[in-house]
């Protein structure tokens, strides 16, 4: 597995990160380890986790996914990079969520608990808190770095200019500042190019992709006239509309028939050539994948030793121009 250094630190990563938010919901704690043990065997160091996980539950299930990473890295803790993600909503009270200053020391306390781990190794926001001050949540990051419970941080879903904005109150005030952006990045939703991707070669700034095969549509394995199966990505509790709402619909489905030629003609599963296209940007940092059955990881995982060739690259490129613009394009 190749590795790679994260933005302008001196930490290197897995080129594959695993995305754990299925663990405790879509996938139960036997099928959680056994991914964990695949991903380990594939070579990947590096996990991905938020304390709101798992994708789909309710404030029931809030937790179990850090639990569950946090037993299987019982007596190994030493040979991964764990990095988690807060804001999101951990309980019924109005301060259960967000980035103040209160909900960030509670809930790296909470997450430590979970993971049963003394430090974590990226801290992520997991979304811009525009109702809380970048200064106050600067600060609190800052802290919790000074204090040694956290090694570096991050943030996701940050536009860019907001993204710009925490930087560059971080150097005015000499705090520590994010060294990741973890944004929504394949080859149906190509965004983050316009803007946050620039900015994050300039300032030196990890990028680490989710989504990089669309929730499972750029697998090839959906059909248009049917139903999204129960059980995946696209029915997922209450996160199955969100994801239809971002992939389900015929222009996308028109693409992936273009996208499935391409790979045929390259020999490779369609799976793995999305990925690669998303590791073929330089930008890039890592990719995360995530699984519901350990098998799952081959072809995502295959993508780390499958270099892109340029013209098929060049190829993708053209074909998924329309999707660096957003909705006004459909």
């Avoid at 179990?64 to 803790?77: A, D, P």
Wanted: glycine fraction near 10%.
């Amino acid at each position: 597995m190749e590795h790679a250094r994260l933005g302008r630190t001196g930490l290197d990563v897995s080129r594959i990160c695993l995305g754990t938010m299925t663990f405790g919901f879509q996938c139960d704690e036997p099928t959680s380890r056994s991914i964990l043990d695949a991903a380990d065997d594939a070579g990947i160091t590096f996990l991905d986790a938020a304390d709101v996980y798992p994708l789909g539950g309710s404030l029931e299930h809030v937790g179990r996914t850090e639990e569950i990473v946090g037993r299987w890295l019982e007596g190994r803790r030493h040979r991964f990079i764990v990095a988690t993600k807060c804001v999101g909503r951990m309980g019924r009270s109005r301060w259960d969520q967000g980035a103040s200053r209160k909900h960030i020391l509670d809930a790296v306390d909470a997450s430590l608990r979970r993971l049963g781990t003394d430090y974590i190794d990226l801290y992520q926001l997991h979304s811009d808190d525009r109702s809380t001050p970048l200064d106050e949540s600067l600060e609190a990051l800052d802290d919790i770095v000074q204090v040694g419970k956290v090694r570096y941080v991050g943030c996701s879903n940050f536009l860019a200019y907001r993204m710009a904005r925490a930087i560059g109150r971080s150097e005015a005030r000499h705090l520590v500042r994010f060294e990741s952006v973890q944004p929504r990045y394949n080859l149906l939703f190509r965004q983050i190019e316009r803007e946050l991707l620039p900015l994050c070669e300039e300032e030196g700034v990890g990028v680490i992709p989710y989504n990089p095969i669309a929730g499972g549509l750029l697998t090839g394995k959906h059909v248009r006239d049917a139903p999204p199966p129960e059980g995946g990505r696209f029915t997922l509790g209450r996160a199955g509309s969100m994801y239809q709402e971002r992939y389900w619909h015929d222009r996308e489905f028109d693409t992936i028939e273009e996208l499935r030629r391409l790979a045929d003609e390259a020999g490779m599963p369609l799976t793995t050539m999305a990925v690669s296209w998303v590791l073929a940007n330089p930008v890039i940092t890592s990719a995360i994948v995530g699984a519901s059955r350990p098998e799952q990881l081959t072809d995502t995982v295959g993508a780390a030793d499958k270099a892109l060739d340029p013209a098929l690259k060049d190829q993708l490129d053209a074909l998924t121009t329309e999707y660096r613009y957003g909705d006004a394009a459909r």
